[in-house]
Every structure is written in structure tokens, then in C-alpha cells.
Nanobody, 125 residues
Framework: QVQLVESGGGLVQAGGSLRLSCIAS????????MGWFRQAPGKEREFVAA????????YYSDSVKGRFTISRDNARNTVYLQMNSLKPEDTAVYYC??????????????????WGQGTQVTVSS
């Protein structure tokens, strides 16, 4: 069982930055692929970024590529999402997710086993 807790959300002006953190419980964090997803009001949950257990495979959605960076610190059981050049359309609840796999980190939400409670990110224009 893995429990995930996100933090770091908030209100920021367009062009600003935020760094989200997701701390995982359990001693097997280093064996999990991790992903970030987001859900805006009235929209489906969408993939943002994913990272393999070793950080050797990283993927981004086209909408955030070049602006967001996912990283992880297995010693701290933490995955990060650095968000730069934020836009109003980035406004959403951001969720981290975990999947026990040694392969490529998935981009589909239904492939993840564990989810955090989410953290709100609001970007004002």
C-alpha cells in the first residue's frame, strides 16, 4: 500500500512558477513509476508528466513540454513537478499517482494504482 500526499499548490500570476511535491509512504517508493495528472473544472483528468523509478524515462504532455519538469528523489520518497511560465489554462487540481512497475511510466490514468488527494493550482491572467 502506498499513500501519496501532494503539496505546493496555490495562486500565481501568469508567467510565474510553482513547485509541487508529492511525498509517498512505504519503503518501496523507488520501485514505483510516478505520474502527475490534472483536472480542470468540467474536464476529464489529463496526463501531465511521468517518470520511471530510475528517472531514466521521462514523458510530458505536449501542453507542458518545455515549461514543466518532473523529477524524483528516491531517498526522500518524493516526486516533484516544477512548473514555469504558467498560463491560465494550467489552472486545475493536480494529482500525483504511483504504479509499481519497472517499465516505462504510463500516461493513462487507469494504469496507476495509487493516487493522492490533489492540490489546487490557480493561474490568474
Amino acid at each position: 500500500q502506498v499513500q501519496l500526499v501532494e503539496s505546493g499548490g496555490g495562486l500565481v500570476q501568469a508567467g510565474g512558477s510553482l513547485r509541487l511535491s508529492c511525498i509517498a509512504s512505504g519503503r518501496t517508493f523507488s520501485t514505483y513509476a510516478m505520474g502527475w495528472f490534472r483536472q480542470a473544472p468540467g474536464k476529464e483528468r489529463e496526463f501531465v508528466a511521468a517518470i520511471s523509478w530510475s528517472s531514466s524515462n521521462i514523458y510530458y504532455s505536449d501542453s507542458v513540454k518545455g515549461r514543466f519538469t518532473i523529477s524524483r528523489d528516491n531517498a526522500r520518497n518524493t516526486v516533484y513537478l516544477q512548473m514555469n511560465s504558467l498560463k491560465p489554462e494550467d489552472t486545475a487540481v493536480y494529482y500525483c499517482a504511483a504504479r509499481g512497475t519497472a517499465g516505462n511510466p504510463p500516461s493513462r490514468s487507469n494504469e496507476y494504482n495509487y493516487w493522492g488527494q490533489g492540490t489546487q493550482v490557480t493561474v490568474s491572467s
